[in-house]
């Protein structure tokens, strides 16, 4: 079974420039999941999505992170305009429904904003 | 808002030893589950505990769930080389929401 898959892997901008992630989840996978991680820290939920509708977007900072999943199959996080504190590994995670208690996580985009 | 810390931060072991990490939550946990991640690696999903006093094995690997739902532990039995990584806890919440804890980073010496 194919894993999450997440590209790019590694991406170096500078403050203020535009970013975008791309995830594929899990065929069958109807939960998908962004994360922030930051150095030396646990993961922080930014947005869940169940299909195409957001069920929780408490934590995305809306003023500059968007996150699309029009079609309830691959997703796209961006970053418009990037910050320094943005510096970070962005993982996404899929479950096969909000239920389901095991998500599995792609192997994130390392972020770096100089 | 909810808060989920482990101690130790950082353990660092000799191999053949025991080691345990602690997780405690600010308000009571839906269910816990944990995460090991390599460095480098990706968070993977290891067991979920539901029900008060829940204790789970797999293997060298023991997991409780406390009384009131407010803490839980790892315990890993004769450490291993291959242990080595960052063991999360994190809340499940009725969502599925994970809220992750503080995280406890292990090292191991052969």
């Known amino acids: 079974e194919a894993g999450v898959a997440q590209s790019p892997r590694y991406k170096i901008i500078e403050k203020r420039q535009s970013v975008a992630f791309w995830c594929n989840p899990i065929s069958g996978h109807a939960t998908l999941y962004w994360y922030q991680q930051i150095l030396g820290q646990g993961p922080k939920l930014l947005i869940q999505f169940q299909n195409n509708g957001v069920v929780d977007d408490s934590q995305l900072p809306k003023d500059r992170f968007s996150a699309e999943r029009l079609k309830g199959v691959d997703s796209t996080l961006k970053i418009q305009p990037a910050k320094l504190e943005d510096s970070a590994v962005y993982l996404c995670?899929?479950?096969?429904?909000?239920?389901?208690?095991?998500?599995?996580f792609g192997p994130g985009t390392r972020l770096t904003v100089l | 808002g909810q808060q989920v810390m482990q101690i130790p931060q950082y353990q660092h072991v000799q191999e053949g030893e025991d080691f345990t990490t602690y997780c405690n939550s600010s308000t009571t946990l839906s269910n816990i589950q944990w995460y090991k991640q390599r460095p480098g690696g990706h968070p993977v999903f290891l067991i979920q505990l539901v029900k008060s006093g829940e204790v789970k094995k797999q293997k060298r690997l023991t997991f409780q769930f406390g009384e009131a739902k407010k803490n839980s532990s790892l315990h890993i039995t004769a450490t291993q080389t291959t242990d080595v990584g960052t063991y999360f806890c994190?809340?499940?919440?009725?969502?599925?929401?994970?809220?992750f804890g503080t995280g406890t980073l292990l090292a191991v010496q052969p």
């Open positions: 994190a809340d499940g919440g009725a969502t599925n929401k994970l809220i």
């Open positions: 995670a899929s479950s096969l429904r909000p239920s389901s208690h095991t998500q599995y």
